[in-house]
């Protein structure tokens, strides 16, 4: 349906190299039903070539946003590109398709707060977001034995980080590439994704078929929900992706993430971790976790709250803040395939540090780190 001429609802596309992405763009624009699409397409090189492959698909014109990342140094780029379109074109619906590297929190919060320069016309606002995971590709990103290609040129984004952020901040998810899948490797998958993300609609597609109002005038972007209810914030709140409101409270679902392997728990001290040993277990990634997020409370820096994030072999570690009043706890939740529980909880158990350790003076503090 077209909307009026006083709103244009906004869709971003996000997703990994490949996933199908541009696929669904293209798909969107064939059949848009009564609505006037445009369609903003970022691309880290310097040839744009997801925005010429749509411009083939389209008479309609493509603003093309290349040699950069709109969720970083080219958020005023896509601000005023779609100002520009706004006061140009007649359309009343938006398509940014997103890099394959993009983190989607920044591009939400520069398409509704706007940037530090400038921000968006009232007549738009942020329908939808959309991230395409390659099913056949996601447990490659997790497998220990793999060796990925380093398609993002940023270092300071690992593949595996991007896509579970990816995962994480959406309203909408397209599990695409099932055909390229057998069933029970795509249940897990999907169980899988299920514990990273609890609140988006998901969809099982091949090359991205999707019924367009599945992905447009949705209606369903709030950024403080999708923010509040990814999976790791609601098993630290003591919840479970399935015991979720919106979600299918039948056996089948609840079973769905036990029948393929994927759990997740909480591991809560109230010791502070050895640095060097806490340090050198987070080198040791264990193939099984997909994810580890939460905080950590180390005897280096005993008034720090130290962020923990890991994403497949991606791991960063740094100061988040103090403890202040609060009674320092370490607490962090693991999702994963065929977790050992109890060995994850003993090996951490032996980073933690003894009465003695915990007065002792450090000479070296291996945090912040960061690691690929």
Known sequence: MVTSLSEIPITVISGPLGAGKTTLVNRLLNDPGER???VIVNDMGEVNVDAELIADETEEGVVDLSNGCICCRLQGDLVDQATRLAEERSFDYLAVEASGI???IPIARAL???????????????DTTVSVVDAYGFWKAFDSEESLPDAAPDPERPLTEVLVDQIEFCDVLLLNKCDMVPDDARESIEAAIRELQPR?????????DVDPSAVLDTGSFDFEAARRQQGWKRALAGDTANEHPDHDHSDDAVSAAEAHGVESFVYRRDRPFHPERFDAWLDDWDGEIIRAKGFAWV???PETVLGVSQAGPSVQAGPIGEWGDDDPVTRLVFIGSDLDE??????LDDC???FDERTDEYSTDPF????N
Do not use: C, M, N, Q
Not at 112 to 126: C, I, K, M
């Open 112 to 126: 509704t707060d706007g940037t530090e320069a400038d921000s968006l016309p009232d007549r738009f606002r942020l």
């Open 368 to 371: 912040p780190r960061k690691s």
């Open 36 to 38: 006037r699409i445009a």
């Open 342 to 347: 109890a060995a994850v909880t003993t090996e």
């Open 200 to 208: 988006a609609t998901l969809h099982r597609t091949t090359y991205s």
């Open 102 to 104: 993009s983190e989607p």
């Open 352 to 354: 933690l540090a003894s």
């Open 299 to 301: 005897a280096s820096r």
